[in-house]
């Protein structure tokens, strides 16, 4: 009886006589103050969740927001790369690299298409300018290298099969092809 009596006794001490719930029971609104966040980011963080169409929605609204810059052409071209949509990633990849020649995750993404398509000796030679561009610091772009004079120095691999290879992304703007299992 005793023991009752203190296991009430304590439920009662925590009882504060009212309810903490809000007022309003729907969640709040969108605060309309505040910046919303970055396109491109967005598009980055849907790329890495595997989540493709989503991440051409969002490089799409952020090309009406900053233009077709050449990282929203990259995410544009690598997320119809992994929808299987290679025409369209190969134009938008070619004219990112033609717009920022410098910039070598351009290159290396558009080496992944090549390769994708079965086009080992011109994958080779943009990889091998992206790892020049890089100077080499990019584990990525040197996998993605090494990968591509593989199959070049072995032509039995160069046929097209179904999607042996996987764009992975290491982090914005940097992607590296993963054989699938």
């Known amino acids: 009886m005793n023991a009752a009596i203190a296991v009430i006794a304590a439920v009662a001490a925590c ?3 009212g309810t903490d719930l809000p007022e309003d029971p729907f969640p709040p609104g969108i605060d309309h103050r ?3 966040v ?3 980011e967005v598009g980055q963080r849907l ?3 595997g989540e493709y169409e989503l991440a ?3 490089f799409t609204r952020a090309a009406l927001d900053q233009g077709m810059t050449t990282e929203i052409l990259t995410g544009l071209g690598t997320a119809n790369l992994e929808l299987g949509r290679l025409g369209q990633a190969e134009g938008m990849l070619r004219r990112a690299v033609e717009e920022a020649p410098d910039w070598p995750e351009a290159w290396n993404n558009l080496g992944v298409l090549l390769m994708e398509k079965g086009e080992i000796p011109e994958a080779t030679q943009v990889f091998r300018k992206a790892y020049a561009l890089d100077n080499g610091e990019s584990d990525a772009i040197r996998e993605n290298l090494r990968l591509s004079l593989a199959n070049l120095e ?3 691999n160069t ?3 179904e999607k042996d290879y996987k764009v992975v992304q290491r982090s ?3 992607f590296v092809i993963r054989k699938t299992p």
Do not use: F, I, Q, R
Request: charged residues 30%; hydrophobic residues 30%; aromatic residues 0%.
């Open 172 to 174: 914005p703007g940097e």
């Open 15 to 17: 009882d504060s006589g």
């Open 56 to 58: 051409l929605d969002s």
């Open 159 to 161: 046929e097209p099969t």
């Open 47 to 49: 790329m890495a969740a």
């Open 38 to 40: 970055d396109g491109v």
């Open 154 to 156: 072995n032509p039995v």
């Open 34 to 36: 505040k910046d919303a």
